[in-house]
Structures are given as structure tokens and as C-alpha cells.
């Protein structure tokens, strides 16, 4: 079956460190996107790429950065410089831009140690 | 520039009974609309989408929402809920120009009591 598959489901970082979410889809979509959620909020967008080799920032880009380096992948990296990381975080990805519906992976759930 | 409004923050409903969420938009161009919903620990799912044909969209499980351009209103409604409905409801508004991404809102929490 074709969908978006984020790994890991659960992730813990130390003080730091940087962390590498992945995102991998088979829908042979060209647009991905990275969101942010915390409790009680709507998605805030991280990045987004709607080409391989482009990406561009979203409303929340400081402290992280991405890759797309092929059109199934693209992973998030979570930098020592985002200091308040904890959150779930959920990729998506669509077949343009645009009014194009999005679909989502199951998330990866951050925490500090 | 557009946004959209969830009124409610948490909506609960007895079992059987009908189910209304409702968000307002904002868009200087006709938008194109869609509800997801998210069940705990899980990614959204698309409901419904809205793009300029009926102003009635049905979408999966039940679920429908009614465009209403003079009361920039798209309302999510259900006739009966099931205790499976109990979920986070998200409106979504797709970009018109410039940002080309989609943009949510805070989202509602229903609340299905047996």
C-alpha cells in the first residue's frame, strides 16, 4: 500500500544533540512538508520542498533543517540550537502545491532527556 | 493573506446525537477548504475538501460541511455520532498565492459520551 512512513515513532535527544527524523513516501508525490504539533495547537509548519533539491522555509524554520536529496525522502534534523524541541512531529506530502489535499505519517514523538 | 477560525475547542456530544464543528475562514480569493481529523497518536487524515463545485461536500463516515461564502462558514456536521468520532477535527484553508502550504487551525476536540 502506498502511504508516508516517519520513523522513529518515539525519540529522545540529550542536551546538544542533534536528531534526525525520517520521513520516506512511495505515493510518488513531489511536495513534502514537515509540521510541528504541541498540545492544544494546529500544525505549525517547519519546511516544506516542492521539488527535489529545493526546500523552503515555513513559519517555524530556526533551530532545524532538512534534505531533499530524492523525491521519496525527506528527513528533518532537529539542531542543539532549538531549544524547546519537545513536540510530535508529523511529515505530509501532496502531489503539487496549492489546494492539493496532503497526506500524513503516524508522527515522531520528541523528548528531552 | 488567509486563516481560518475553529470556534470550539472542545465540542461534546451524547452518542446518537448530531455533531457540529464549526470554523470560519478568511481568503481574499474563493479557497479551497478541507477537514482532517487525527486520532491520538496518529497523523490527520482527510475528511472532506471543498474546491469550488457543490457548496454540500460529503466526506467518509458520515461526515459533511456546508460552504457558505456570505458567512465565510464552513461547518463539519454529522447527523448521528459514534463513539469512534471521538477525535481532534482540524480546518484547513490551501494557500491562494504566495505561501504554498496549507495553513490549519487550532483545531477542535470531540467528546463522544456513551
Known amino acids: 500500500d502506498g502511504g508516508i512512513t516517519q520513523s522513529p515513532k518515539y525519540l529522545f535527544r540529550k542536551e546538544g544533540q542533534n536528531v534526525t527524523l525520517s520521513c520516506e513516501q512511495n505515493l510518488n508525490h513531489d511536495a513534502m512538508y514537515w509540521y510541528r504539533q504541541d498540545p492544544g495547537q494546529g500544525l505549525r509548519l517547519i519546511y516544506y520542498?516542492?521539488?527535489?533539491?529545493?526546500?523552503q522555509k515555513g513559519d517555524i524554520a530556526e533551530g532545524y533543517s532538512v534534505s531533499r536529496e530524492k523525491k521519496e525522502s525527506f528527513p528533518l534534523t532537529v539542531t542543539s540550537a532549538q531549544k524547546n524541541p519537545t513536540a510530535f512531529y508529523l511529515c505530509?506530502?501532496?502531489?503539487?502545491?496549492?489546494?492539493?489535499?496532503?497526506?500524513f505519517g503516524d508522527g515522531t514523538r520528541l523528548s528531552i532527556l | 493573506a488567509q486563516s481560518v477560525t475553529q470556534l470550539d475547542s472542545h465540542v461534546s456530544v451524547s452518542e446518537g446525537t448530531p455533531v457540529l464543528l464549526r470554523c470560519n475562514y478568511s481568503s481574499s480569493y474563493s479557497p479551497s477548504l478541507f477537514w482532517y481529523v487525527q486520532h491520538p497518536n496518529k497523523g490527520l487524515q482527510l475528511l472532506l475538501k471543498?474546491?469550488?463545485?457543490?457548496?454540500l461536500v460529503k466526506g467518509i463516515n458520515g461526515f459533511e460541511a456546508e460552504f457558505k461564502k456570505s458567512e465565510t462558514s464552513f461547518h463539519l456536521t454529522k447527523p448521528s455520532a459514534h463513539m469512534s468520532d471521538a477525535a481532534e477535527y482540524f480546518c484547513v484553508v490551501a494557500p491562494t498565492e504566495g505561501r504554498r502550504a496549507l495553513t490549519f487551525g487550532s483545531g477542535t476536540r470531540l467528546q463522544v459520551q456513551p
Open positions: 520542498s516542492q521539488i527535489v533539491n529545493d526546500f
Open positions: 505530509a506530502s501532496s502531489m503539487g502545491g496549492g489546494n492539493q489535499p496532503q497526506h
Open positions: 471543498y474546491t469550488s463545485a457543490a457548496t
